[in-house]
């Protein structure tokens, strides 16, 4: 499995970015895809994740801020990020979990006070 990434950047608090992801190669009917986020000398911790069922996980410090959202046709997922603060300020990641984590490359998020 292969996945791509794009979105990401600088933007001022407050305001919004949207991150995409797609996967492609072996894919599995069944499947979970989703964002992590590491800041520097952190570890990397879950954002957001949704399953193809449709369920989803957030982390607490995003609910009510974030959107994730599937396309289980095209493979894809979407985080809408509104409401960003700095603290949101990492490399974000994307993951596609079905027997096994794979991962995208990491897109950079900074947000400014």
């Known amino acids: 499995v292969q996945l791509q990434a794009s979105g990401g950047g600088f933007v001022e608090a407050g305001g919004s970015l949207k991150l995409s992801c797609v996967a492609s190669?072996?894919?599995?009917?069944?499947?979970?895809m989703g964002w992590y986020r590491q800041a520097p000398g952190k570890e990397r911790v879950l954002v957001a994740e949704?399953?193809?069922?449709?369920?989803?996980e957030y982390a607490e410090s995003v609910k009510g801020r974030f959107t994730i959202s599937r396309d289980n046709a095209k493979n894809t997922v979407d985080l809408q990020m509104n409401g960003l603060k700095p603290e949101d300020t990492a490399v974000y990641f994307c993951k596609y979990n079905s027997w096994y984590d794979w991962w995208g490359q990491g897109t950079q998020v900074t947000v400014s006070s």
């Open positions: 190669g072996d894919i599995f009917s069944i499947n979970t």
């Open positions: 949704m399953g193809t069922s449709g369920s989803t």
